[in-house]
């Protein structure tokens, strides 16, 4: 049986891939902030095992506890693969340093950096004797590398994700049985957050134009397709040897 853990499932990417892999009847642990009724809707159609836990990601002290009732409820002697896929994310604040709202802040570098360390720290503890093909799959950015004005926390954040991504791959790499730990770049994905791009203000986001004349030019991704190449990643074969992937080249 192959366990999923997955964030972000109320909407976007981490909902195609939720739904792709109830479809395959995997057991799927979805947490978003959220209730995604389709989702359980959908799993009691085709009678497979979902589990789905309304949880604020920023709320950090909380999550050792929740990811100790997830693997409470697993079947650890009918594991057979098992992976986390760390996709929640905010955006804001969009806005120019000198301008941020301290909370805003605070919440995005939790939700989109401190978060998924926290969950991989504790994927790794409760793992690290399974002699299971595991997986750490964290959705990155093409932002972590290219800087854009108004977008200052989410490039450090998601910068601060793939550092962490390369320095645990480094580390599982000595382990007898390693964890496989990816980022990948899905591109311009037609989700929430690009429209949430294209409401801004361009004072807060001088880029807001690029990312209008992707959304007319019918240039985004679906979220559709990004899933389909991620859960191919997760336990198949790589197309190299960096963990950092770009799925725009797959």
């Not at 964030?7 to 891939?17: D, L, N, R, Y």
């Not at 002697?77 to 992976?83: E, K, L």
């Not at 793939?162 to 964890?179: A, D, G, N, Y």
């Amino acid at each position: 049986m192959n366990y999923y853990i997955i964030t972000g499932t109320s909407s976007g990417i981490g909902e195609a891939i939720a739904r792709k892999l109830i479809l395959e009847r995997h057991s799927i642990f979805c947490i978003s902030r959220k209730l995604n009724e389709s989702l359980t809707d959908l799993a009691s159609s085709v009678q497979s095992n979902i589990w789905y836990f309304e949880a604020d990601l920023g709320d950090t002290g909380k999550i050792p506890v929740l990811m100790d009732e997830i693997f409470s409820l697993m079947e650890f002697q009918n594991i057979s693969a098992i992976a986390l896929i760390n996709n929640a994310a905010t955006l804001d604040p969009i806005a120019m340093a000198g301008n941020y709202d301290t909370e805003e802040l605070a919440q995005h570098i939790h939700v989109n950096l401190l978060a998924p360390m926290l969950l991989t720290d504790c994927f790794v503890r409760h793992t690290g004797s399974l002699k299971v093909p595991k997986s750490v799959i964290n959705v990155g950015s093409g932002a972590a590398t290219s800087p854009y004005a108004g977008w200052g926390p989410y490039c450090s954040t998601k910068a601060g994700l793939e550092m962490f991504t390369r320095t645990t791959s480094l580390e599982q790499k000595s382990e007898p049985h390693p964890v496989r730990i990816l980022s990948v770049l899905p591109g311009v994905v037609d989700t929430g957050m690009q429209n949430k791009l294209r409401n801004s203000d361009a004072a807060d986001f001088p880029m807001k134009p690029r990312f209008e004349q992707l959304y007319q030019d019918n240039l985004l991704s679906r979220p559709n397709e990004v899933a389909d190449k991620i859960i191919t990643l997760i336990f198949g074969q790589l197309p190299g040897e960096s963990e950092i992937i770009d799925l725009r080249n797959l």
